[in-house]
C-alpha cells in the first residue's frame, strides 16, 4: 500500500501565503502524477494542480500565476506553494499520486482563508 501524508494546512488571511508537502511512503513504485485537489463544503472535490514524473505541470484556470506545484521525485514528495490565497480556497486539499491503473489519496489537510 501506498500512504500520502499532507502538511501545511492552517488559517490565513486573504492575501497571505500557505505551503502544502505530501510525502508518500508504502510500498512505492513508480508514478504517473502526483497532485492536489481540494474540497469545499457542498461542492465537488476539484483539480488543483497535478506534476508528472517528467515535471509537466497542469493548474486549474482558478490558481494560474497565483500556485506554484513543485516535485521532489527522490523524496517522493509533492509541494503547493499558495500565493495571494483568496476566501474562496477554502477547502480541504488533497494529495493524489496516480500509477497506472492506481490512484492513492491522503486524509487531507484543512485550508482556511478569512476575509
Known amino acids: 500500500q501506498v500512504q500520502l501524508v499532507e502538511s501545511g494546512g492552517g488559517l490565513v488571511q486573504a492575501g497571505g501565503s500557505l505551503r502544502l508537502s505530501c510525502a508518500a511512503s508504502?510500498?512505492?513504485?513508480?508514478?504517473?502524477?502526483m497532485g492536489w485537489y481540494r474540497q469545499a463544503p457542498g461542492k465537488q472535490r476539484e483539480l488543483v494542480a497535478d506534476?508528472?514524473?517528467?515535471?509537466?505541470?497542469n493548474y486549474a484556470d482558478s490558481v494560474k500565476g497565483r500556485f506554484t506545484i513543485s516535485g521532489d521525485n527522490a523524496k517522493n514528495s509533492v509541494y503547493l506553494q499558495m500565493n495571494n490565497l483568496k476566501p474562496e480556497a477554502t477547502a480541504v486539499y488533497y494529495c493524489?499520486?496516480?500509477?497506472?491503473?492506481?490512484?492513492?489519496w491522503g486524509q487531507g489537510t484543512q485550508v482556511t482563508v478569512s476575509s
Open positions: 506534476i508528472t514524473k517528467g515535471g509537466d505541470t
Open positions: 493524489r499520486r496516480t500509477w497506472n491503473f492506481y490512484v492513492y
Open positions: 508504502g510500498r512505492l513504485s513508480s508514478f504517473n502524477t
